[in-house]
């Protein structure tokens, strides 16, 4: 919505976003190709081997056998260059300028932990996710949805409300505490008019900006489980609502974001109780919600990652040793797009 525009003029008047954490496209969505072939999924034939410089290493098959609890692959900078490039980093082989031929998932996976190559190659069929499989029937799939770093959590979730991580390429916990000082896309919804709202479980992330931490902003922030149904039956969510998972896992609250090891079955439970209520809400049909995920967790995509032609967001190169510019994307995510002005299956 551009500054100044009045909201009554468009069809949508309320956005809301639901960022899951750490599984690529192919991962979660990939066989879900079987039900819409339009969809860029996988096939079956799709492959990595183990040792990108030893063919006699053998290679992993792309299976539809993934576990609802995983372990947590690479997903440092460092990994996830090997992951897209194929070779381990290093000052030589990033001066080579190598093409994305996404074929270092086992290897790195395997050198992570004996076996682990079988984990990261593999996808939920659309039986094993069943949420997710009703709503890429009944709505929309984006399946060029690129992270927007490549790297771990918090550099691209910093980036999904601000469009920039102020140069983060890993979780700085000192800055994190300190808060990222950029302005986003809070500060601007209110300074054009428009409302917002975060709810949260515990913890929301959305605190490492720092200007959230203002008191004016108080008001904004609520409790998922006190005032989320609520506020969608009673019609008063804000134009922009930023729905935040439990990111720790305990034994009375299982974590409910997808981060392995977290069972993805708590994830679907979380998305279908977040849908029911925008669903039933008296603003569903001015309404667009979107899911996605931070980053793909080291879990393996066959579409290329994007390395040409990317602007960087405001010129600050990362830290040493990588001196990231921010000049490629992240791996593939998922992204589903849901709303009534949605055409079916597209």
């Not at 008047?13 to 819409?36: A, C, I, P, Y």
């Not at 081997?49 to 290679?59: E, I, K, R, W």
Request: hydrophobic share 35%; proline share 8%.
């Amino acid at each position: 919505m551009a500054s100044g525009a009045n909201p009554s003029s468009y069809p949508i008047k309320t956005v809301v976003v639901l960022v899951q954490e750490n599984r690529s496209f192919d991962h979660m969505l990939g066989w879900m190709k079987s039900l819409n072939p339009e969809i860029d999924g996988v096939t079956g034939k799709e492959s990595n081997p183990l040792s990108t410089t030893d063919p006699s290493a053998g290679s992993v098959s792309f299976s539809d056998g993934a576990a609802y609890v995983d372990p947590d692959p690479g997903h440092s900078i460092q990994a996830i260059y090997e992951q897209v490039f194929g070779e381990p980093w290093s000052e030589e082989s990033a001066s080579k300028k190598l093409p994305p031929k996404m074929d270092g998932f086992a290897q790195n996976a395997e050198r992570t932990e004996k076996g682990m190559a079988q984990t990261v190659m593999s996808g939920f069929t659309p039986d094993s996710v069943p949420v997710y499989k009703e709503l890429v029937s009944e709505f929309a799939v984006c399946d060029r949805w690129f992270a927007s770093v490549p790297a771990s959590t918090q550099p691209n979730r910093l980036f999904v409300h601000s469009a920039t991580s102020h140069g983060a390429t890993s979780n700085d916990t000192k800055k994190l505490i300190e808060g990222f000082p950029q302005k986003t896309i809070f500060e601007s919804m209110d300074e054009a008019g428009f409302t917002f709202g975060i709810y949260y479980q515990y913890p929301p992330a959305t605190l490492f900006y720092r200007n959230l931490r203002k008191l004016k902003y108080l008001k904004n922030f609520h409790q998922f489980d006190l005032h989320f149904k609520t506020h969608c039956r009673e019609g008063k969510l804000p134009n922009y609502v930023v729905v935040e998972q439990r990111y720790l896992d305990l034994s009375i609250l299982p974590g409910n974001d997808d981060h392995p090891s977290h069972d993805v079955s708590q994830g679907q439970k979380f998305v279908k109780e977040v849908y029911e209520a925008l669903r039933s809400s008296p603003q569903w049909n001015e309404m667009l919600f979107l899911i996605t995920y931070d980053e793909h967790g080291g879990f393996y995509d066959h579409v290329p990652t994007p390395v040409h032609g990317v602007p960087s967001p405001d010129g600050i190169v990362g830290p040493d040793p990588y001196k990231f510019q921010f000049d490629r994307l992240g791996v593939r995510v998922p992204a589903i797009f849901i709303s009534p002005w949605i055409d079916r299956g597209t």
